[in-house]
């Protein structure tokens, strides 16, 4: 028989959905074309502006993230045109794939998986080796729960009139103090998957002037992800192709919800919750992967010693329904990941910490049971006084 | 700002909704007076008997499980007739009120809130002081968190023919090994809110062969809850009135829902998170209000000496958005009520444990953090070895 256990995701997109915007979109009937419909786009596409923190306008795709991704690459680029990736894990490297079948030369500037891009030689590359049209990176690397330094990026950047600073910020939005308008990140990509608590289906890519100035002029092949267009269309609150109205409703439930806490309320929420984790982790004697700037949104663990996160993975799902995120590609097996961005609170990670601490013993690690509840605690006290 | 916090049922009901079974109700457009519900229906009655543990018929009406209590004593009694109820808190003295109200003279077995009923005293009463038409009690007092002993109840009453046991097992039911048939249980009462996790608004009687030879000689007005009258109808998968079609239809997933993780396995599941809130609470320092046989279904918990468990109650809702129960009637301020009813599971256990730890140690008591988060973690590993 299997035991009563509540599924519980704590991984890093998607996330635990906010029942209440799910609710209003069980009942969207709308038709995409009517006033209607228009009336919940405007809202949602100001509430969006309000989340990406920008005045700039906000783009609405029905795809995944990548789909807003691919579209940073076949609206900014031309052939013949040159990109700096800084990759440091999984989804940097998708940005090396995005410039390859697209045929643009990418200029990679790695970090070892678990540290960040390094900011003195993206600035290395962009003097000695330009031009390059497009700078792409992450706000945050998912796979290695890392943070870059976009802030520093964006300064370096906006010394170079004919380059755009592009943020990969799928999890970055919402779990990191980020201002595209102050720092100069030009084009930002969102999902709705993630702190935003809503299912998979949308893209956002917010967009400056600067950018646009640069989208006009380029060449590469584009439809659907076809910036412009969508601009032009969105402008009437109107889209070029048949929206995700559902998606859209919850989407719009959920902002309303973000705005009740604000997204400053949302971002602490989310670094308070990463620190918890990894306070709990380091009282267990376990390494937090990240050797530098670890990220809000999910927090990477290596499990003890001779141990396959697999094994950890597996136990906390059979055992507390708990599903959280093994490693991706080479990192199989020697980390799981504990998300943290959207909607989730401190009684979950005090949740996740005991489970935690169950399987360490049960796998034969030494633990303390409690002392990882009580290291998280610790944190909520301090962050809470 | 409101900060970002989950509500959390943790009261004696209502309590957690299986989701699964909402989303179930919420199409269920059907018309009562199909074949399609009435497929349902007997689906559900056969199941019902299932979770009663019994091969009598269980009633189903749309109301509050008062409303079958109600039914108890409507049914099975006549002017004249007198009744034996065993009383330990709030609930018992609902049993009171209903005889007052009939005009049935009512003899009180009486124990302390916090203990349960005296076995002998019920005895001595049918022996010295007879005849009763019919023994009132509950199986679990949900105000004292207290079970009674209704096996060695019903092994009493059953050496008297013109007697029933009448059980009001509605937060008894899915937390406590019940066994109607093999204990002389006459009449068991039920609601849907409890361990069933679907919401308030059915309420449930299973009625054996004795119950029913003495319902066919009662006199006492009824009409809603003629329990003879729904028998009836339910033979023929009808019921008498309207009856609450999607909560109906909830039911019949949270059954299903139930057969899957088994009967045994529900209440093997309230019994572990009781006994491991129990120890939370003394690792913690606090004591556990029941004196003696506590209750699977609920923890009532005494506040630190001079705290008002309103103010345990209070902190609970507004850091963690957790809603415990506060003591009732005269006992509001002395104890909290933590359920274990229906949809919880471990995690829960340790969330709201680690919650309330923070909270004693905010309003000034001395806490070792994590220690009962530890003691809760301590009963799970031994009851699932």
């Known amino acids: 028989m299997p035991a009563l256990l509540k599924e519980r995701l704590f991984t890093p997109g998607p996330t635990p959905l906010l029942m209440e915007a799910q609710a209003r979109a069980l009942t969207a009937t709308l038709h995409h074309r009517t006033e209607a419909f228009r009336q919940i786009m405007r809202e949602t596409l100001e509430n ?12 609405i795709f029905a795809s995944s993230g990548t789909g807003a991704m691919e579209g940073a690459v076949s609206n900014l680029l031309s052939p013949g045109d040159r990109a700096l990736v800084g990759t440091a894990g999984k989804f940097g490297e998708r940005w090396l794939e995005l410039a390859k079948v697209y045929g643009i030369e990418a200029v990679k500037v790695e970090a070892p998986y678990g540290e960040p891009i390094s900011v003195e ?39 170079y009139p004919e380059t755009c600073l592009v943020v990969d910020a799928i999890t970055g939005l919402g779990t990191t103090d980020l201002r595209p308008d102050e720092w100069g990140l030009d084009i930002v990509i969102g999902g709705s998957q993630k702190a935003l608590m809503i ?21 590469l092949p584009r439809y659907y992800f076809d910036y412009a267009k969508e601009r032009k ?12 109205t559902t998606l859209v409703v919850s989407l719009h439930a959920a902002l309303n919800y973000i705005r009740s806490i604000s997204l400053e309320g949302l971002v ?24 530098s700037s670890p990220a809000n949104a999910v927090t990477a663990i290596c499990p003890p010693e001779g141990v396959d996160s697999g094994v950890i993975v597996k136990e906390l799902r059979t055992r507390f329904g708990a599903i959280v995120a093994n490693g991706q590609g080479t990192m199989k097996g020697k980390i799981f990941r504990v998300a943290h961005l959207g909607y989730y609170d401190a009684a979950d990670v005090f949740a996740i910490v005991a489970a935690l601490e169950i399987v360490l013993q049960k796998i034969g690690h030494k633990v303390e049971l409690g002392s990882g509840v009580r290291a998280a605690q610790e944190v909520y006290l301090r962050r809470s006084a």
């Open 121 to 159: 030689e993206i600035k290395n590359q962009l003097t000695t080796n330009g031009p390059f049209r497009a700078v792409y990176v992450q706000a945050t690397e998912t796979s290695t729960a890392v943070s870059h330094d976009v802030k520093a990026l964006g300064a370096i950047v906006a010394q």
């Open 268 to 291: 602490a929420n989310a670094a308070m919750l990463a620190e918890a984790t990894r306070a709990a982790a380091n009282a267990l004697g376990l390494k937090p992967f990240a050797k």
């Open 199 to 219: 299912p998979p289906g949308l893209a956002f890519a917010s967009v400056n002037e600067k950018a646009w100035g640069l989208i006009q002029k380029s060449k």
């Open 233 to 244: 269309n969105l402008a009437k609150a109107e889209s070029s192709y048949t929206p995700a």
């Open 48 to 59: 969006l502006k309000y989340y990406f923190n920008t005045k700039n306008d906000v783009l």
